[in-house]
């Protein structure tokens, strides 16, 4: 009886694990706009009319780019050869990304366990073991928050991660596989570094704690292979041409942006963090070299130390900490020795990720109408960007749009430009005389010859805003009423 409920129990949980990667491949169908979907669309966009030279991707400048990475080029190469759109091709670079992260998983999580029932659990506690207030942001795997990112680089280098730290600890297992099989594991790493920095930090760690925790203790000659491959990694990293890797250790402006990631850590991260320690205290009494645990306090010491000292963009490092915590919780569950503290362990997790579910029950509003959705799960989706696909009857490839940051974040998507960045751009020497550009321009009380000054100075198409931002006013002899969005947005041409 016992043998036939644990069958029951673990095609459960593989039904629930393929259920959420349904629900996430139904909602790349529909690749709901929201974050930093624009810039990556914009990104395609210069890759797709110049693959060698694309310039910057949201302003008219010849300028670097961290967004131009080998996953990017490789999409811009898609685009190009196959004429598909840009949101098509970010649809399968959602696939792609998706499919990476479920074998990864499953693939990393099988080096610690032969349990079937352990690569779905992990699965789930990554996407629902969260906390009971929504927290969205690239490269968490909360389920709402990944079927907002799905198509970002994050998610493929998230997915790329998982793959990497499970061959880490192959080769280490194994006792190396020669010199081939560690540079590609370099190379692996620099891959991950440059498409996306913050979950290459969170690689490394992992990595680093694979090698730490590997027992037996890797020989001197698998050590000098896995430095031959470190070194090949950070050759690539150096050679880059599209941007300088090592030249965004120096950039600034991103501590109060990512204050946020401080805030609220009990609801946002509690029942993880919980369940989590929990579960690593267990596996540290085992084994005081545990790949997870050492994983998880490098993570943690990190984040700690960014909100000690003000460094908050060092928060991004917590999915460092997040993820062999909840990946330890799966496998506490499945292989836990005393059947009283693994039946203990199952039901408080089971109680966990059925309050994970309803915290991100909104989801199912990316893929079911709204009205046909119960009332208090209604109440939690959250409605995307409405986009600015209205615009390309009239706007062209690379004209230039003035307009407010948070249109500035979408319209470049579909191939314009705006006159100042919607997000922050380290490589773009003029950025504040950009921003300063479209405020003054908006700005109450400006004169007539300061906004056409803006527009020439930097070649303005057209304005993009809603009544009452101010400018220039609609009878000006400079502007034409060409068309109106959404919301009453306008679209003015400037002639002349």
Known sequence: MRVAGKGVIRRAVWAAAALALVLLLLVIVRLPWAGDLGIHAATVERLRHDLTDPGNPLVDADTPSPYYSPWMLLLGCLAKVTGLGTFVVLRVAALVGLGLLATGVVRLVRTFSARRAAPPLALLCLLLLWGPRLFNWSGFLGLNSLALTVSYPSTFALGLSFHFWALVRTSLRDGGTGWLFPLGLGALWSVILLSHQFTGVVASFGALAMVLGARPWPTRAVLLRLAGGLALGLLILVAWPYYSFFGLLGVGDLEEIHRSLYRHLLSHFGLALLLGVVALALRWRRDHRDPLVLFFALG?????????????????????????AQVA???????????GVRRAFAGTLGAALLLGAWTQAGTLGYVVPRDALPARVAAKYRAPWPGYHWLTPKVRYGDVVLAKTFPARQIPAYGPYTVAPGYPDFFLPDQEERVAAVRDYFAPGGSRADRLAVLRRYGVRWIVQYPGDGGLRPDD???????????????????G
């Open 300 to 324: 943690a010491a990190m984040f700690a130390a960014g909100g000690l000292t003000g460094h908050y963009s060092w928060g991004r490092v917590l999915p460092a900490a997040l993820i062999p």
């Open 329 to 339: 919780v799966a496998l506490e569950v499945v292989e836990a020795g005393c059947a």
């Open 477 to 495: 002899p400079a502007l034409h009423r060409a068309w109106t969005g959404p919301k009453g947005q306008v679209l003015y041409e400037v002639r």
